[in-house]
């Protein structure tokens, strides 16, 4: 009964590859996020969608894109991985922001990204 | 632009202890902050959340205060244990901006 899921949990590839990471959420929530925690332990925003679109997109790379094929998946995709994409990667959910709910957010357990 | 600050950047005490954790932010225009636990290699685990009416949140061992005028919060651990060693993250939503910005952590270890 996972709330929110990620695969795969490590990833390692070479510079260059494309690659993608899937998170799945049963929470019926609307609203799901992609967070990075780069070598530091900095946990900061990539990317938000609320049901199906895009509502932000915080200057990061356009080698990165997220896709959402319904409101209970967010996969993210990068192409051309560089050695700085290394990372640990969260996926995130809530309800959606005009609901006048909590809007706590759920992480997934992360995926760790190393790029050789 | 929120900035989220925490201090100690570590925080090493005996058990038994208790103990607390200080998170500040820039911005008082809030919907809520929230308090995760992260533990070495694994996820964030929510604690605590607080919503920008309420003054403070209580869950077991754990309270969380929110002073939303002066932009601070206090993560309270009483009784601490070895258990309770993990990195600790607080994290708020300004309004209007559906996102979470987290401060850097404190990284608490309890001696036994």
């Known amino acids: 009964d996972t709330a929110v899921s990620q695969t795969p949990k490590y990833l390692v590839t070479q510079m260059g590859n494309d690659k993608s990471i899937k998170c799945e959420q049963n929470l019926g929530h609307d609203t799901m996020y992609w967070y990075k925690q780069d070598s530091k332990k900095f946990l900061k925003i990539m990317f938000s969608?609320?049901?199906?679109?895009?509502?932000i997109n915080e200057t990061v790379p356009n080698r990165f894109s997220p896709k959402s094929p319904d409101k209970a998946h967010l996969n993210l995709h990068i192409n051309s991985l560089e050695l700085g994409d290394s990372a640990v990667y969260f996926c995130a959910s809530s309800q959606a922001y005009n609901w006048g709910g909590s809007y706590e957010q759920y992480f997934g357990p992360g995926t760790r990204l190393t790029v050789t | 632009k929120q900035e989220v600050t925490q201090i100690p950047a570590a925080l090493s005490v005996p058990e038994g202890e208790n103990l607390v954790l200080n998170c500040s932010f820039t911005?008082?225009?809030?919907?809520?902050l929230q308090w995760f636990r992260q533990d070495p290699g694994k996820g964030l685990t929510s604690l605590l959340l607080?919503?920008?009416?309420?003054r403070e949140q209580t869950s077991g061992r754990l309270n969380a205060s929110l002073d939303k005028s002066s932009g601070r919060s206090t993560l309270y651990i009483a009784a601490s244990q070895p258990g309770d060693s993990a990195t600790y993250l607080c994290a708020v939503t300004t309004l209007g901006a559906q996102k979470l910005v987290f401060g850097q952590g404190t990284r608490l270890t309890i001696n036994p």
């Open positions: 607080i919503q920008s009416s309420q």
């Open positions: 911005d008082s225009a809030i919907y809520n």
């Open positions: 969608y609320n049901n199906k679109e895009l509502i």
